[in-house]
């Protein structure tokens, strides 16, 4: 039911506004021409759908990218209807419900593509049912977690929470480039079209659509500006765009031929060198670059500051890939001959978008994590991060002291989503305690190794076990032992992963080969990282 509301609403708005493009223009009797009408609206309905067709000597697939919106809008709403009418108990079931939307809604979507079938128009029925699939499941799927998300009082903030954290800063990341590169175009394409609107103004009026095609020929201009933004990308990123064979619009230079009448058209700018004011358009990639390292270092710093540019590098391979992708379904074909390659080169725009994004968001990402983790670690502590739980004090155990909180020294890498940072006791202020290779004192005690051996020795020498309350004496003195052999193992494993810690705090503090000798006259100062995990349905933290 959800499919075929979706389907039916969003193909009544395209015939509804096919109509009134009929009736504005001249016409002969609507006998004659309702069954071209009605699969003109259809036509209309799947090119919303990004679904190209084949006409005689060529194929059309630069189509719209903002026509989408309707049936998103649409599967999205009745996702929503979805979710409140069957019973989904888990957000992790979301995906079926997307799927079941989008099984039916990718079969109207290919029977549609075989009824408006003609001699001279042929729409592509596979890629009718896989845009058909994607959209709704995407669309529907959005809406059906919206609701979920709604009734059962879950933020978003919380869900991306769940995500680890390297994959959700690169996420983060990613997005913020792209959508910088994004608004970064359509600045470009709006500067560009206010230059040229007198050009523009004077391509309406040769036109002359009237009121009726006015309106619609503005509708058509809105549904293609998607397509012109990524183009402005394209050109910001140095590549470029073609709008015909043999033609390209880069900042290099530029070489156009005749044009459709179509007013959007004049922010082209005019044959020969690239206009001076639009290289300026060429810092976009790397103020995007900039904006996703500094992104994808703020929810998760690195202790390594050398792991900090290559995060920040792979922010911009992703961004690139989605550059590419948005490259490949901007562009297209209108007809043969001349318009037959129209729009940028996915590979070209993809790779050079890796590089000028990901070189500036490494260099930025270093620069942010360095910021991140140069500050005291009283803003790194998680009861003073923003959105974090407060962490327990620790308390008195081996190695770590009795003080709660202390200040730390600027150089011990902290920040938020790291750890906890706590002192350790320097070997003299152990209390006595044997540091790791060393031989134990003369006369000193044996500890929990001796302890056992003894605990394993007196059953040996034990009697014959009588009857009677002797017999229950025993078997409690042999459950004592038994506990305390446990106590004995449990120690010595907390002893070594104790001192397992203490290396790894020596190695992190160890100064570099060049600076060793003016370290030599510096007391040697441990620290213990603690990580804690969040709690799970209201059970206390681990650690």
């Known amino acids: 039911m959800a499919a075929a509301t979706s389907a039916g609403i969003g193909l009544a708005v395209i015939v509804t506004l096919t109509m009134v493009g009929w009736v504005a223009a001249p016409h ?20 919303g759908h990004h679904v190209s067709f084949a006409v005689p000597g060529g194929s059309i697939s630069l189509l719209p990218l903002g026509l989408v919106l309707l049936p998103g809008l649409l599967l999205y709403r009745s996702g929503r209807w979805v979710a409140r009418n069957c019973e989904i108990g888990r957000l992790r079931h979301v995906h079926r419900a997307a799927v079941a939307i989008a099984g039916p809604y990718a079969a109207i979507a290919g029977t549609l593509a075989l009824l408006a079938r003609t001699d001279a128009v042929e729409p592509s029925m596979p ?25 059962k009082g879950v933020v978003a903030r919380d869900l991306l929470a769940l995500m680890p954290a390297r994959s959700r800063s690169l996420l983060v990341g990613m997005l913020a480039s792209t959508g910088t590169l994004l608004a970064g175009g359509l600045l470009l394409f709006l500067a560009a079209l206010a230059v040229s609107l007198p050009e523009a103004v004077q391509t309406t009026r040769l036109l002359g659509p ?49 044009l459709p009448l179509l007013p959007m058209l004049a922010a082209l700018p005019e044959n020969g060198a690239a206009p001076v004011v639009s290289l300026a358009a060429l810092a976009v990639p790397f ?4 904006v ?20 920040g590098f792979v922010c911009g391979v992703t961004t690139g890939l989605l550059c590419a992708a948005l490259g490949e379904l901007a562009g297209g074909a209108l007809g043969g001959d001349r318009l037959s390659d129209v ?3 996915a590979w070209q725009v993809g790779l050079v978008a890796a590089l000028e994004v990901g070189v500036a968001a490494a260099v930025a990402a270093w620069a942010a994590n360095w910021w991140y983790t140069r500050d005291s670690p009283a803003a ?66 044996e500890e929990a190794p001796a302890a056992e051996e003894g605990a394993d020795a007196a059953p040996a020498a034990e009697p014959a076990p009588p009857a009677g309350e002797e017999r229950e004496r025993r078997e409690r003195e042999r459950a004592e032992r038994a506990r305390a052999r446990a106590e004995a193992r449990a120690a010595r494993a907390a002893e070594k992963e104790r001192r397992r810690e203490e290396r790894r705090a ?37 650690t």
């Not at 609507?30 to 609206?41: K, N, S, T």
């Not at 603690?530 to 209201?538: H, I």
């Open 28 to 47: 002969e009797t609507f006998g004659e021409e309702i069954v071209d009408l009605l699969q003109g609206a259809v036509l209309a309905w799947l090119v």
């Open 127 to 151: 890629r009718a049912l896989v845009m058909g699939f994607l959209i709704a499941f995407l669309a529907g799927g959005l809406g059906v977690l919206r609701q979920l998300m709604r009734d």
């Open 210 to 258: 009237g009121w009726v095609g006015g309106v619609l020929l503005l509708l058509i201009q809105l549904a293609y500006l998607p397509n012109a933004v990524v183009f402005a990308v394209c050109y910001a990123l140095g590549p470029g765009f073609a709008v015909g064979e043999m033609t390209v619009v880069a900042p290099t230079g530029v070489s156009v031929g005749p």
């Open 287 to 290: 103020v995007a670059g900039a």
């Open 292 to 311: 996703g390292g500094v992104l994808t270092q703020r929810s998760a710093p690195d202790v390594v500051s050398e792991a900090a540019p290559l995060w």
């Open 343 to 345: 729009g940028p080169s």
């Open 380 to 445: 790194a502590t998680p009861d003073t991060a923003p959105g974090a739980a407060p962490a327990p004090a620790p308390g008195p155990g081996p190695g770590t002291g009795s003080a709660a909180r202390v200040e730390l020294p600027a150089d011990v890498p902290v920040g938020e989503g790291l750890a906890t940072v706590t002192p350790l006791r320097p070997r003299e202020d152990k209390g006595g305690g044997v540091a790791v290779g060393e031989a134990p004192p003369a006369g000193a005690p």
């Open 506 to 542: 020596r190695r992190a503090e160890r100064p570099r080969r060049w600076r060793r000798g003016a370290a030599e006259d510096e007391s040697e100062e441990l620290y213990g990282i603690t990580y804690e995990a969040g709690p799970q349905d209201g059970d206390a933290p681990r």
